[in-house]
């Protein structure tokens, strides 16, 4: 059985990182597919060029290529050591940036923006497989867009994901280190494209369930998921079990270190899930599984830049179809609502994007008086079965007494109590929260 072990950003930003991560798969004789995100920083300067040339800047999109390249030579030059490997390593690197500064010369378009952004990946995995040639580890490199791609909906094609890797890997079958791209895929028009920003961790999941994986690792510089935000509270600790429902709430309400999306594939297929830390490779992490291992608060993360809509009804005192009506407006301008909560007369739901917001109120203006509040977090308190722990409602209320909270949402799901609260009270709530929940 194959093990999917996917790499983040940061643990192969430095060649020294990348020499750890050899050292990381080659430690037992297991099969494995190992996905590679870019190097930290790639990606987000892969957008600063196609920002560029979106807005007509060759000179600023130049420069950024220019200083990516450096920074590409000089990771080489600690990458291998071999004169041979080095050749070999900046020829590569040679013909993504010349592919970069050919770019320059042409009309932008979204296909070729997809194109730029898909170069962090093709050169992290193929400078991977040149070091492992140097310390001579066998392997072989699956190119992700021979098997990778998304349907009409940017939806991954599992079947046809399935099908096409397990060719690959039968073709493969004498080598135990498969290596291959995090992020990129090809869309239904054959272009290249990709799962959203921090897809690597799809990509991971959605081999995982294709390959029948025994486990998906997925590999990052913290010891799991926590308990709350690390970056905002003092005091955290991993969390060593959640269920596959658990962590995509997680994922989704905030938790930085999974994409929101990608715990789907591998929990239809039931392949366990682990969060890992490179920098301490034998700790637990975090498992994440069918079960959920105990009842109770798990965690809680928070979501910002939200908008609150609340529509409160001219007419009817419990028409019917109102909601159908109200719903309608957000399924046209394909905008998913985060959380609603509805009184006899109005109805107040969330949304994270404002890309349509102004032809949203306006649809929905005919309804009756429509309020908008930006700036607003979601707080999630996540857990198993939370509405039957003991004086649940009670400890967060008194914990959030000073809180002006503004929405609650309770009941639509047997693992989720989510809170809306001004952005300005995100840090004091995750705080008190900590406290109050957690007792830490
Ligand atoms: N390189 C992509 C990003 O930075 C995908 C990933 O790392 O998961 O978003
Ligand atoms: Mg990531």
């Given at each position: 059985?194959m093990?999917?072990?996917?790499f983040?950003?940061?643990?192969?930003?430095?060649?020294?990182?990348?020499?750890?991560v050899?050292?990381?798969?080659?430690?037992?004789?297991?099969?494995?597919?190992?996905?590679?995100?870019?190097?930290?920083?790639t990606?987000?300067s892969?957008?600063?060029?196609?920002?560029?040339?979106?807005?007509?800047n060759?000179?600023?999109?130049?420069?950024t290529?220019?200083?990516?390249h450096q920074?590409?030579?000089?990771?080489?030059?600690?990458?291998?050591?071999?004169?041979e490997?080095?050749?070999?390593?900046?020829?590569?690197?040679?013909?993504?940036?010349e592919?970069?500064?050919?770019i320059?010369?042409?009309?932008?378009?979204?296909?070729?923006?997809?194109?730029?952004?898909?170069?962090?990946?093709?050169?992290?995995?193929?400078?991977?497989?040149?070091?492992?040639?140097?310390?001579?580890?066998d392997?072989?490199?699956?190119?992700a867009?021979?098997?990778?791609?998304?349907?009409a909906?940017?939806?991954?094609?599992?079947?046809?994901?399935?099908?096409?890797?397990?060719?690959?890997?039968?073709?493969?079958?004498?080598?135990?280190?498969?290596?291959?791209?995090?992020?990129?895929?090809?869309n239904?028009?054959?272009?290249?494209?990709?799962?959203?920003?921090?897809?690597?961790d799809y990509t991971?999941?959605?081999?995982?369930?294709?390959?029948?994986?025994?486990?998906?690792e997925?590999?990052?510089?913290?010891?799991?998921?926590?308990?709350?935000?690390?970056?905002?509270?003092?005091?955290?600790?991993?969390i060593?079990q959640l269920?596959?429902d658990?962590?995509?709430?997680?994922?989704?309400?905030?938790?930085?270190?999974?994409h929101p999306?990608?715990?789907?594939?591998?929990?239809?297929?039931?392949v366990?899930?682990?969060?890992?830390?490179?920098?301490?490779?034998?700790?637990?992490?975090?498992?994440?599984?069918?079960?959920?291992?105990?009842?109770?608060?798990?965690?809680v993360?928070?979501?910002?830049?939200?908008?609150?809509?609340?529509i409160?009804?001219s007419?009817?005192?419990l028409?019917?179809?109102?909601?159908?009506?109200?719903?309608e407006?957000?399924?046209?301008?394909?905008?998913?609502?985060?959380?609603?909560?509805?009184?006899?007369?109005?109805?107040?739901?969330?949304?994270?994007s404002?890309?349509?917001?102004?032809?949203i109120?306006?649809?929905l203006?005919?309804?009756?008086?429509?309020?908008?509040?930006?700036?607003?977090?979601?707080?999630?308190?996540?857990?198993?079965?939370?509405a039957?722990?003991?004086?649940?409602?009670?400890?967060?209320?008194?914990?959030?007494?000073?809180?002006p909270?503004t929405m609650?949402?309770?009941?639509?799901?047997?693992h989720?109590i989510?809170?809306l609260?001004?952005?300005?009270?995100?840090?004091?709530?995750?705080?008190?929260?900590?406290?109050?929940?957690?007792?830490?």
């Amino acid at each position: 059985m194959m093990k999917v072990m996917k790499f983040g950003g940061t643990s192969v930003g430095k060649p020294e990182r990348m020499h750890e991560v050899a050292k990381l798969i080659t430690r037992n004789a297991d099969s494995k597919i190992v996905v590679l995100s870019a190097l930290s920083g790639t990606t987000n300067s892969l957008v600063e060029i196609s920002n560029f040339l979106a807005h007509g800047n060759r000179e600023g999109a130049k420069n950024t290529i220019e200083k990516l390249h450096q920074h590409y030579k000089a990771f080489i030059q600690a990458l291998v050591q071999k004169e041979e490997n080095r050749k070999n390593a900046n020829q590569i690197i040679d013909e993504h940036f010349e592919f970069l500064n050919i770019i320059l010369r042409i009309s932008f378009s979204e296909a070729l923006n997809k194109d730029i952004l898909a170069q962090g990946e093709l050169m992290s995995t193929k400078l991977f497989c040149v070091y492992l040639t140097e310390i001579g580890v066998d392997h072989e490199l699956l190119p992700a867009l021979e098997f990778m791609s998304i349907d009409a909906n940017e939806e991954p094609q599992l079947g046809a994901i399935r099908i096409k890797l397990n060719d690959l890997i039968r073709k493969h079958a004498d080598k135990k280190i498969l290596v291959t791209q995090g992020y990129i895929c090809r869309n239904v028009r054959g272009e290249v494209d990709n799962l959203k920003r921090g897809g690597s961790d799809y990509t991971a999941s959605l081999i995982a369930a294709a390959s029948n994986a025994s486990v998906c690792e997925i590999w990052t510089d913290i010891d799991g998921m926590h308990n709350n935000d690390p970056r905002i509270v003092n005091k955290t600790v991993a969390i060593e079990q959640l269920s596959f429902d658990e962590a995509a709430e997680l994922a989704y309400f905030g938790a930085k270190i999974l994409h929101p999306t990608c715990i789907w594939p591998a929990q239809q297929e039931n392949v366990p899930v682990k969060l890992l830390n490179t920098m301490q490779p034998d700790a637990p992490g975090t498992v994440i599984t069918k079960e959920a291992g105990s009842v109770g608060v798990k965690a809680v993360a928070a979501k910002d830049g939200i908008i609150a809509i609340k529509i409160k009804s001219s007419r009817m005192l419990l028409a019917y179809g109102f909601l159908r009506k109200v719903f309608e407006v957000f399924e046209k301008y394909k905008t998913s609502i985060d959380m609603i909560t509805t009184s006899e007369v109005a109805v107040s739901v969330t949304i994270d994007s404002d890309l349509f917001l102004e032809d949203i109120v306006r649809e929905l203006e005919p309804f009756g008086t429509v309020d908008v509040d930006k700036g607003q977090t979601i707080v999630s308190i996540v857990g198993n079965e939370i509405a039957q722990t003991d004086h649940v409602l009670q400890k967060l209320f008194d914990a959030l007494n000073e809180v002006p909270v503004t929405m609650v949402s309770y009941g639509g799901s047997a693992h989720n109590i989510s809170l809306l609260v001004p952005q300005d009270y995100k840090t004091k709530t995750l705080q008190l929260l900590n406290a109050g929940l957690f007792g830490l």
